[in-house]
């Protein structure tokens, strides 16, 4: 099984080699919003370019020539302008908003052809030549950097450089990845996944989680903080001075560390859950169009679900768990009994869930996590055809459900479905 971590490193950096770096962002950047331009067409997203190939032969020469980027710098920033008209162009076809990318935030792309690691350095290649930079580690030495920068296990793949303007520190996004042997795999080479047991994750206002063993992940803690920061700034907003304006920037730091430990906090609890309860696969509904399905969701719940989603599928790997993802149409208008799954707008009232054919009452969200879970079972018993069947035939691998009421503020295990 492949093993995906990516490693925050602060850099040190010279003068000199600060001054270099900047310059490379701002060649990295003007290149990708080039790209953009000519990749992306307000007409109709058929005219738009994303194929790779077809921008760099249109534009790799005027832009080599233009700038002092190295040749693979110059090709990362078109490939990273095609990949945001691709993404822009997906929202198109799917009738939602969205406008040409723009580039404007500090980072440059970097591979092991425009860059060399080592366990305690990287040398990144810049618009004057080489940039060798030692990795800054705290006193305490957390966990992750020793674990996915020094320990030779993990290779390194590729990177990110972002830049800190509130405390002027350049900071190495460390993508690593290694190979677990224990994997056992059938002749053909492919992973049994026969007798795998799936563990449901709804997503949600109220509740930030919900899965399908009955565990709640309450958002109220998340939605107060958030509040809290927001009253903040505004009072900080008001204040038209320097100090105010560095202030407000440092709070912005602090909520965004904040809103990332919170969400690491929680893929580690669903992960954990996941693997107490011996389930193989954590499956989530898909995020494409969330905002039209929860449309009382604000921007920081969205990214909140983005960000979750990200966390448990590089956490889970290293517990033998995968993340999948399946579609969400219904799985909240649909009863989970595994005898009844009739299907209906009414059956959903708010936060509870009550089906009209069988009178099946329980938590919406949580009957929501037990459908997630049986899509995805059921699609595994159609692809592999051998997997064992629940008493009642219904599910296709054993799909870790409890039935029962549940009251959404603690996590009860109740009679089976």
């Given at each position: 099984?492949?093993?995906c971590?990516t ?7 010279s003068d000199?080699?600060r001054?270099?770096?900047?310059e490379?962002?701002?060649?990295f950047?003007h290149?990708?919003?080039?790209a953009a331009?000519?990749?992306w ?5 058929d ?7 077809k921008?760099?032969?249109?534009l790799?020469p005027?832009l080599k020539a233009d ?6 710098l110059?090709?990362?920033?078109i490939?990273?302008a095609v ?6 162009v997906?929202r198109w076809k799917k009738?939602?908003?969205?406008n040409?990318?723009q ?8 591979d092991?052809r425009?860059a060399?690691?080592s366990?305690s350095e990287?040398s ?7 940039a060798g930079?030692e ?9 992750p950097?020793?674990r996915y ?10 990177a ?12 190495l996004h460390l993508?690593?990845?290694?190979y677990?042997?224990?994997d056992?795999?059938?002749a053909?080479?492919?992973t049994?996944?026969?007798h ?6 709804d997503l ?6 919900v899965?399908s ?10 939605d107060?903080?958030?509040r ?6 505004a009072?900080?907003q008001?204040?038209?001075t320097q100090?105010?304006?560095?202030a407000?920037?440092r709070l912005g ?6 809103r ?5 906090t929680?893929a ?6 996941a693997?107490?309860t011996?389930?193989d696969v954590i ?7 969330i ?6 969701a604000?921007w920081?719940h969205i990214w909140a679900?983005r960000r979750l989603?990200?966390y ?5 790997p290293?517990y033998?768990?995968e ?6 149409n219904h799985t ?6 595994l005898d009844?799954g009739f299907t209906h707008?009414?059956?959903r009232?708010?936060?509870q ?10 938590n ?9 879970g049986?899509?995805?079972?059921r ?6 055809r051998s997997?064992?069947k ?11 459900i409890?039935?029962?009421?549940l009251?959404g503020?603690s996590?009860?295990?109740?009679a089976?479905d």
């Amino acid at each position: 099984m492949e093993v995906c971590r990516t490693a925050v490193v602060k850099l040190a950096v010279s003068d000199e080699q600060r001054d270099d770096l900047h310059e490379t962002a701002e060649q990295f950047l003007h290149c990708a919003n080039v790209a953009a331009e000519f990749c992306w067409s307000d007409r109709h997203y058929d005219d738009c370019v994303t194929s790779k190939a077809k921008a760099e032969h249109a534009l790799y020469p005027d832009l080599k020539a233009d700038t002092d980027l190295t040749a693979n710098l110059v090709q990362k920033a078109i490939r990273r302008a095609v990949e945001a008209v691709k993404s822009g162009v997906d929202r198109w076809k799917k009738g939602r908003r969205t406008n040409q990318p723009q580039f404007d935030s500090w980072s440059v792309v970097y591979d092991k052809r425009s860059a060399t690691f080592s366990r305690s350095e990287v040398s990144l290649s810049t618009v004057n030549g080489r940039a060798g930079c030692e990795f800054v580690f705290p006193v305490d030495s957390p966990t992750p950097y020793e674990r996915y920068v020094v320990n030779d296990e993990f290779e390194f793949r590729m990177a990110t450089v972002q830049y800190d303007d509130v405390t002027d520190e350049f900071y190495l996004h460390l993508s690593t990845r290694k190979y677990d042997g224990d994997d056992e795999e059938d002749a053909d080479g492919t992973t049994d996944t026969e007798h795998q047991t799936v563990l449901g994750i709804d997503l949600g206002v109220n509740s930030l989680a919900v899965a399908s063993t009955g565990r709640f992940w309450q958002g109220d803690d998340y939605d107060h903080w958030t509040r809290e920061f927001e009253k903040r700034r505004a009072a900080m907003q008001q204040r038209e001075t320097q100090h105010g304006h560095n202030a407000l920037l440092r709070l912005g730091k602090r909520e965004r560390a904040w809103r990332k430990q919170y969400v690491h906090t929680v893929a580690n609890e669903i992960v954990t859950e996941a693997t107490e309860t011996e389930c193989d696969v954590i499956v989530f509904e898909e995020l494409d169009g969330i905002r039209e399905r929860l449309p009382f969701a604000q921007w920081h719940h969205i990214w909140a679900f983005r960000r979750l989603y990200e966390y448990v599928t590089y956490k889970a790997p290293e517990y033998g768990v995968e993340a999948k993802q399946v579609p969400p149409n219904h799985t909240s208008q649909r009863c989970s009994r595994l005898d009844c799954g009739f299907t209906h707008e009414d059956n959903r009232d708010g936060e509870q869930f009550c089906c009209q054919k069988c009178g099946y009452e329980v938590n919406a969200d949580y009957n929501a996590a037990k459908n997630i879970g049986l899509r995805y079972a059921r699609k595994r018993q159609h692809k592999l055809r051998s997997s064992p069947k629940s008493p009642n035939g219904d599910a296709p691998v054993d799909v870790r459900i409890n039935g029962g009421a549940l009251n959404g503020t603690s996590r009860r295990h109740i009679a089976a479905d």
